[in-house]
């Protein structure tokens, strides 16, 4: 085997939060490094296949980008099933995206249990119209167990680092 | 001689886009032409069910192997449950009249492929399916069977049967070095389904 590409894994993420919070961007900027600024609600669950290598394991991310309109709720729980770990994603300039978070926190423990998951603060490229504070973020995050990352989808801000440290999440717990 | 389904060349055109169609439902539309894309399908993102199609209609049968393969490289890893929902809402799409187990493997035995066979026993009724088309080259990751499209659509076909509920336990799979897919069927007071899904 050749030293550098010690594993192979393929993970599942479920990519969860209110409508038009930015799901869909930040996997587009992860996957494919492109922001489009129309937005179009998911229709159900996109799924989006991205190979990384870290620390020179191969990994497979199958991320599923779930709708967060209320219309898909009877048949969400389906999506859940078999991920291995999650992001949780809200708006800073909409608060209530943020007040949201617990419920889908909720929904991931009821349905993929107590998996590995980053809170995702995202649009903070919009300064003027913001929000939410860190201070506040940090405490949520508390709450759900998880460390955040303030990205914005737009610029690129942090949206490397979240995907990636998720990816080290995962395969560190396989190690352990 | 087993038949190997690739020769079978062709199958029906309705089975192809009631897939397409119950894969919509439970997906939503970015659901199912993620599974298009994977599948190298992307001429069928943008086509619409055709409002009657012919039984005679034929479609080659490597364009639906591509689609099966895709909903389990997507759809299957670590999870059953989308599968075996696909296969009931499959069903509806593919006959939705409530005719009996017996006629109804006939009928996707001609559809789709394979061989299959109804197999009763005192109170139990057992479904064997040689040469089956759905798992057809593919090799079980997980150690476990991978038909559950085929499960859920004979628990839809036995609860539009009787009017009652039925879970179906696939116990043999080829995928798993079996001679054939073996599906119990069980009534649904009798075993619960989310402890069977449970991966």
């Known amino acids: ?176 | 001689m087993t038949l190997n389904p690739m020769e079978k060349k062709e199958i029906s055109m309705n089975v192809f886009y009631a897939l397409l169609t119950a894969l919509n439902d439970i997906m939503g539309q970015d659901g199912k032409n993620s599974v298009l894309r994977y599948a190298k399908l992307d001429k069928y993102i943008h086509t619409h069910t055709p409002d009657e199609i012919s039984m005679d209609e034929k479609i080659d049968y490597n364009i639906f192997h591509s689609l099966i393969n895709s909903m389990f490289v997507l759809l299957g890893f670590g999870t059953s449950a989308i599968l075996y929902e696909a296969g009931r809402k499959w069903l509806i799409y593919l006959s939705p009249f409530g005719l009996s187990l017996d006629v109804m493997i006939k009928k996707l035995e001609n559809w789709i492929g394979g061989k299959w066979d109804l197999i009763k026993k005192d109170d139990l009724e057992i479904v064997d399916v040689y040469e089956c088309p759905i798992c057809y080259g593919l090799k079980s990751m997980s150690g476990k069977p991978i038909c559950h499209i085929i499960g859920g659509a004979l628990s839809k076909i036995k609860e539009s049967e009787t009017g009652e509920k039925y879970d179906v336990i696939e116990d043999k799979c080829i995928a798993l070095g079996d001679k054939c897919c073996e599906f119990r069927i069980v009534k649904k007071y009798k075993l619960d389904v989310k402890e069977y899904l449970k991966e």
């Open chain 1, 1 to 176: 085997m050749d030293e550098k590409s010690k594993h192979r894994y393929v993970f599942k993420v479920v990519v969860i939060g209110d409508g038009a919070v930015g799901k869909t961007s930040l996997i587009n900027r992860f996957a494919e490094q492109k922001f489009i600024k129309e937005y179009k609600p998911t229709l159900g669950t996109n799924i989006v296949i991205k190979e990384i290598q870290e620390n020179g394991d191969n990994i497979r991310l199958l991320m599923w980008d779930i709708a967060g309109q209320s219309k898909w709720k009877d048949v969400r729980h389906l999506y859940y099933q078999g991920a291995s770990s999650a992001i949780l994603v809200f708006d800073v300039t909409r608060p209530e995206t943020f007040n949201n978070i617990p419920h889908w926190f909720d929904d991931l423990l009821k349905y993929s249990g107590d998996i590995p998951r980053v809170l995702i603060a995202n649009k903070i490229d919009l300064t003027e119209i913001r929000k939410k504070s860190t201070e506040e973020i940090k405490e949520m995050a508390e709450k759900v167990n998880a460390k955040f990352f303030e990205t914005s989808a737009a610029d690129g801000t942090n949206v490397l680092e979240a995907f990636i440290y998720l990816a080290r999440l995962m395969t560190n717990k396989i190690v352990k």
